[in-house]
Structures are given as C-alpha cells and as structure tokens.
C-alpha cells in the first residue's frame, strides 16, 4: 500500500503542473513560438550548404510514375524525372523534355521535337524510341497502370526521327498536354525498366536533374546531383527526403531541426510559421476543390430542393475562417481562381438559414436526417461539426461517422453512403476537374449524378481546343452544377510552403511540387 | 456498496451494534477511512458524479453551442477553462463530458460482470471438458491480446459509437472476470461448508449462487471498481481514435484528440480533459485500494 502511494505521488505533481501550464497557456505558447525562432539556425550560421533537407507530409509508396497513385510520390520525382511539358506559375505550357510542339488542326495528332542531348542516369540516351517505350509501357494493360485512364485516347505513337514524335489520338482531347505535365509524362530509362522489371520501383531511373541513392521505408530518401543533367547544373549536391505524418512535428523540424523546406504545413500552422524569425512562406492557390459529396440516388438527396437547401445553408466565410484561418478560399464550382474555367460571375452568397428552411419545406420532406462520412482527422471533425450546427439550425439532423479514409473512398464507390466529405486534389485542365466527376457514368461520379445536358457540355468542352469556347462551356457547367448541387463546394484549398530564410529559388507553382533543380542557399 | 449501507447504519448506533456483522463493518469502514487517500479518491469521484448527474445546472455553457466570435480563447473568468477550436465552453464540455466516462467506465464493466461472473462460476463449480478446454483457453486467448488492441478490433466490427464501444470495452474485460470468479470458485469449492452444502443435499445452483458466490465477493469487488478505471481510458482511447463518442457530443477522449493540433497554441483544449481523465482514474485506483484494504480481513 506504501509504495504504491509513493508511486502515485510523481504522478500528482505532474497533473498539477499540467494544470499550471494550462492555465497560463496563452503567455506560454506566445513564448513558447517566439524562443523556436531564436533557437533555428539562421542563414548566416549555415556552413554545410550541399545538403538540403525536404520534410514531406508521407513517406513516397513507390517511385516509378507509372505506377505511381499517391501525390507525395510526385515531389520525390521532380528531382528523379523530367516531363515531356511542364507547367509554369500562370499554368501556361513550358518545354521541358518535349521543346516545341504542334497540335493539328483537328485536334488528333500532337507532334512533339525533343530534346538532344539528354541522358538517362544510367547513361541511356534520350530520344523518340525511348518516349515510344515509356508510352507502350503505360498503354500495356499488363502493366495495370493507373496513367493508362489518363492517356488511352492514345491510338498510334509513331518515331519520326530521332528526335521527333507524333502522337495520335482517337478523338480529340484538349487536356492532353496537361497530361503530360504530370506522371504520364514523366519518362524513365527503357534500360533500367528491362534489367529491373518490377523492382524499377524501387531502383528508379530518370532524365532529372537527380538521381537515385536510397530509400529507407518511413525514413530517409536520398537523391545525388546527376553530373551529366542537361539542363542548369543543380547548386545542391544532396537532397534528403523525410516523412513527417504529424503537421506539429513537421512544422517543429523545419523550425528548429535540420529540415530546411516542408511540401505543406497546417492552416493552424500558418501563424506559427509567419512568426518564426527563421523561416519564410510561400503560399498559392492550388487546383483543386474541397466540400460534400452527395449521393443523388438515396434519401434525402435524391430531392433536388434538399440538396439546394444543404447549398446555401452553408456559411462558407465562416468555414473558411474558423477551421482555416482564413487558409483558403470559399468555393462555387469545381474550378478554383487559379483556373481560366473560374467563373468570376458566381459569388460566394451568404448564408441564408431562412431560403434554406423554405426550400426545406417545399421538398416536402419532414424531419431530414442524413449521416455525413468523413475521415478521421482533427481538422475533417471540426469542420463536420460545424457543418452539423449550421445544418441543424435549418432543421437538418446530421449524425457525423468517422470512417478511414481509404474505406471511405470504397464506400463512396460503392454507393454506401449519404453524404461524405471527399474532396480533388485537382488537375491542370478544367477538365481534369469536371469530366470523371460529373458527367453520367463518370469515373469519380459517386454522387451519381446525371444530367444530359452536363455531359453534352463537358463532351464538347474536351474537345475543344479554343479555351474561350471551352471557358464559356464551363460557366454553364458550373451555373447547372450551383443548381443542381449534386456536390456541395465548399472551399478551394491554397497549398503553403515555409523554408528556411537562406532558401533560394522556389517557384510556387499551382500544381504544389517542389522543383529542386534551381533549390540554393543564399 | 458497503459505504452508503454504513451511512444509513450511522444514525441508529445502539440499536445495532449488538450486530456481529454490523461491528465488523465498522470496523471495514475505519479501516476503510484511515486510508486518506482512498477518501479522497472517494471524494472526487462522488464530485465528478454529482457533476454528471447535474451537468444541465452546474454547466455554464450549452457545451455544443458554437461561437465563431470566441474561438481558441484562453482560460477567463467568463470561460474558466478556455475555449475550443469552434469557441465552445471548454469547462461545460468537461462536465458534460464527465457523464460519457461514468456512463462508459460502469457499463462496460457491469457487461463483463454480467458475461463473467456465471460462466466463471459455472465454470469452476463444475470444471472438467468444458472448463479446461473451451472457456479457460478461449479466456486465454483474449487475456494474450493487448486490451487496447482487442477493443479497437472489436469497436471496427461493431462500428463507431459510444453504445458499441461500451459493448467492445465490456466484452474486452470479460475473460478477466472468469478467470478471477473461476479462481475463487476453485478455491471455495474444495472448502468443507461446501461439502456439507452438497452432502445436505442443497442444488448446485443454490450452493454456487447463495453460498460459494457471497464468500468470492470481494475480490470481485476490488477487481470491478479498478477495471471502471480502465474502462474509462478505454473509452477515452476509442473515442480519440474516432471510434467511440461521436461528435458533438462531448467525451474526454474526443476533446483530447480535437485538441492535440491545438496543443502549441491552445493547450487548454487538450490538458483539462486529459487531467479530468488523469485524476478520474487515479481516484478511481485508490478508491479502489481503499475498498481493497476495507474488506481485506487479515488488516486488522
């Protein structure tokens, strides 16, 4: 009996210091954020200026793009891979691999000049023969590709010359090039692909401006300058890519450990990391759309007027606010301000709990409840349970279900759901946000959508190639879309970077990647 | 238990104390009161269920009301305890949230003592094929999972939900009660009153249920108010994994894990219900080390 109250007491003290420290918590945490920033190193004192440190949300699954379904994986490869085109800060086309291109007039046959002078890692030249073998790659249905959704309008790929390719399509498709600026594009060494096979996976071989040293699992990925790149010789000799899960403690590495750049860091983090004397961020909007899915084909949502009702009962300003600190911007439609498709003339509308209530009650339904699926974060709860209480006050009654979310991405597939809270990471072309989303039978379409009248739009704006013809396509798409409110659009997120001051060289493009190859210390 | 019989008991002195059972509860009692600390667990847990019981009076806030005005304030003389990351009243939460622990520490652990207690006690009583080989290795099977892990399990099965995470939580504390009734009954059972019981010719059921199980009590007892200690981190460790109380509702699990983004900025959202869970189940242990040395009769 003795020790065990002797053992108790330790425990004692500490609930009472937790308890001091909470109360006086607000003074503690100001200096708490103010004390990191003294203690990071500052640009003067770095003497190692060849190693750079990249702190990543996840750990990269794999590193052959064409096998690649995870958007961490495609920060890992701006150092490994180039791409055929690549995308600047205005989303405008640039040459990368490909340095010009011609698209004919019908919108079939893209012809793409290659770079000369272009090596592999492994010392494998660069030409058409090794853009026609990462094609076929991808196309080979054995392979299970996940690009070859992205690109099996592709009917003929023929080697012109050595450096010229043409590539034919089977109808036209306006959001090809943007294809090709993300994995489909990215070309790996035909060598290394036939002596490695299946474990290319692991040991990848790229044009980029570094290659390959090691990955270990949930830990360290490093990446070596390639002496022989061809374009702009990197300043940094050695990248080092490291998971950090956890936003507080990736944050808290790039403040005061030796990680020198994060791919993201938390709204709520955003203050903290503007405050570090240390540290700078670099923020943009980003491609794609955040809010609720709604499933069309059960109760209640297969009644359009409760779907309106969910639609302009949601205080988006609010949201933006509370949950985002201002983080990100309120959404109308499934392209965000980044994109030409935006359409300016449809207004973020307050709230209005009683047009809300009306349409309630036109839908002659009485006493709505429904269960809205979301993941199992901090962020994904606060932000249900404020869409809970806005909801209720119109006269809805939400259950909230927390399911992870892998299985909610299942449920959402398998109809297995009322509402759910998935959102798009986005894509370059409008399309790429709207087509597989909301047209009939679309591959992303969960909510079962169907409107004939969305499909001929959406058909005919993907094969179009006059961006103001599309654009004024697209505004009508996302007037129908506001209408009908098969999907609730609740807010476009911005993507933030913070690096340390002496960083130099990062371009904040929309698509998030961290481009290493101009990456220097001041 | 005993306590609150001790407590009618005190006004009439004289009239009982003649009583051999009663003196001897007395004298539980004092033992029971030398324990400080065991009071003072005793107190706090006496407070935290007058908390629960009167939370619509005692709590200053409604502890769902959302104020987008007062988010992530600190500690104030209008919010004792601060507010969250959706402005609501941290303390009324707390109090609230006093209510889902009690409810789900007490009904998991009488759902084992229901599930435990008789086929621990038939069990041991008649032992042999069933006993040795069925109920004592599938026993053995859930005590050898970590109880976390098995509940977590059992939570997924059932699906997210404080009525299904007290069933889990339950279910997960059974095999220890076998084991512990099966163990007493084994004991008890080769005792002479036991043989006489059967050689009067007294139905196994009456031996087993008014002779064998009044004496195993106590352990019992002791072991049922230390598992509401576990059952109570149990339910908070689900709830902080998502898949016990389901928001709004506020639990001390769910407002641990809303607010450990919160924790550089904002720890109070964090630290209350973590020390509410912290003193809930340390006054829970030493009440329980109090009842233990109450109804042990070797402390003299």
């Known amino acids: 009996m003795k020790t065990l109250r002797k053992a108790i007491l330790p425990f004692v003290v500490i609930a009472l210091f937790a308890f001091l420290a909470a109360c006086g918590g607000q003074s503690s945490s100001n200096g708490g954020s103010s004390s990191d920033a003294k203690s990071g190193q500052s640009a003067s004192t770095r003497t190692d200026k060849s190693k750079l440190v990249i702190g990543l949300d996840a750990d990269p699954p794999q590193l052959d793009p064409a096998m690649s379904t995870a958007a961490v994986d495609r920060q890992v490869y701006q150092s490994i891979y180039n791409t055929l085109v690549d995308i600047d800060k205005n989303l405008n086309y640039v040459p990368e691999l490909a340095t010009s291109w011609k698209i004919s007039d019908d919108g079939k046959t893209y012809t793409f000049n290659l770079r000369k002078n272009v090596l592999f890692q492994d010392g494998t030249p660069f030409n058409a023969e090794a853009v026609k073998f990462n094609f076929e790659r991808m196309l080979d249905p054995k392979l299970g590709s996940p690009r070859l959704s992205e690109i099996n309008l592709i009917d003929k790929i023929t080697v012109v010359d050595d450096y010229t390719i043409r590539i034919h399509l089977k109808q036209p498709y306006a959001p090809f090039l943007s294809v090709l600026s993300d994995r489909a594009g990215m070309m790996v060494s035909p060598t290394a692909v036939k002596k490695e096979g299946k474990d290319f996976a692991n040991h990848p071989v790229g044009t980029g401006p570094y290659k390959f040293v090691k990955h270990v699992k949930q830990g360290d990925l490093v990446v070596e300058r390639f002496d022989k790149y061809w374009g702009n010789k990197p300043k940094i000799k050695t990248i080092v890519y490291k998971p950090f899960p956890d936003g507080t403690t990736r944050l808290t590495n790039l403040i005061s450990g030796d990680v020198d750049i994060v791919n993201t860091i938390d709204y709520k983090d955003i203050k903290r990391a503007n405050s570090a004397a240390n540290l700078k961020v670099s923020s943009t909007e980003s491609l794609g759309f955040q809010g609720i899915q709604l499933n069309t084909k059960v109760k209640p949502f297969d009644n359009k007027k409760v779907r309106q009702a969910v639609n302009i009962a949601l205080d988006r300003n609010a949201i933006a606010k509370v949950v985002f600190f201002n983080g990100v911007v309120p959404a109308t439609s499934p392209f965000p301000e980044t994109s030409w498709a935006h359409p300016s003339d449809l207004q973020v509308p307050k709230a209005d709990v009683a047009k809300a209530k009306q349409l309630l009650k036109e839908s002659g339904l009485s006493n709505v409840s429904f269960t809205l699926k979301i993941s199992p974060s901090p962020q994904e709860k606060q932000l249900a349970q404020m869409i809970q209480s806005m909801l209720q006050q119109v006269g809805f009654k939400v259950k909230i279900e927390m399911v992870e979310f892998g299985t909610l991405l299942e449920q959402t597939a398998e109809g297995d759901y009322q509402a759910a809270r998935v959102g798009w990471s986005g894509r370059t072309d409008p399309d790429g946000n709207a087509y597989a989303w909301f047209t009939t039978n679309g591959t992303l379409n969960y909510m079962k959508y169907s409107n004939p009248e969305v499909d001929k739009l959406l058909q005919e704006a993907r094969t179009s190639l006059d961006q103001e013809k599309r654009k004024a396509l697209y505004d009508r798409v996302s007037k129908i879309l506001w209408d009908d409110a098969p999907y609730i659009f609740l807010y476009y997120p911005k993507d933030y970077k913070a690096m340390k001051n002496d960083v130099e060289g990062f371009v904040h493009v929309p698509d998030i990647m961290i481009r290493t190859e101009n990456l220097q210390f001041k | ?300």
Do not use: C
């Open chain 2, 1 to 300: 238990m005993s306590q609150t019989n001790a407590q009618t008991a005190a006004p009439y002195p004289n009239r009982l104390e003649s009583s051999p059972r009663l003196r001897s509860l007395k004298k539980a009692l004092g033992r029971f009161f030398q324990n400080k600390l065991g009071v003072a667990g005793g107190l706090f847990l006496l407070i935290l269920v007058i908390l629960a019981i009167f939370a619509p009076w005692l709590a200053p806030y409604n502890p769902m009301k959302q104020d987008y005005m007062a988010i992530l304030q600190g500690p104030s003389a209008k919010h004792w305890f601060g507010t969250d990351d959706l402005g609501r009243d941290v303390l009324s939460r707390i109090i609230y949230g006093a209510r889902v622990s009690l409810k789900a520490g007490i009904i998991s652990v009488a759902i084992a003592l229901a599930i435990g207690v008789p086929i621990g006690l038939i069990s041991g009583y008649f032992r042999g094929f069933w006993d040795e080989f069925i109920i004592m290795r599938i026993t053995d099977a859930m005590l050898s999972f970590p109880s976390l892990v098995l509940a977590l399990t059992l939570a997924a099965v059932f699906g997210a939900g404080l009525n299904n995470a007290m069933l889990a939580i339950g279910l997960v504390y059974t095999p220890h009660f076998i084991r512990l009734v099966r163990g007493q009954v084994l004991a008890q059972r080769e005792r002479e009153y036991v043989e006489a019981a059967i050689a009067a010719g007294i139905s196994h059921w009456r031996i087993m249920l008014r002779h064998i199980l009044p004496n195993a009590w106590a352990p019992i007892m002791v072991q049922a108010t230390l598992s509401v200690a576990g059952a109570i981190i149990s339910e908070a460790s689900l709830s902080f994994l998502g898949l016990g109380t389901q928001p709004p509702t506020p639990s001390w699990g769910s407002m641990l894990s809303e607010g450990q983004g919160y924790i550089t900025q904002a720890p109070w959202i964090a630290v209350f219900p973590g020390l509410f869970i912290f003193l809930a189940v340390m006054s829970i242990n030493v009440f329980g080390d109090g009842v233990r040395d109450m109804l042990d009769p070797k402390l003299k």
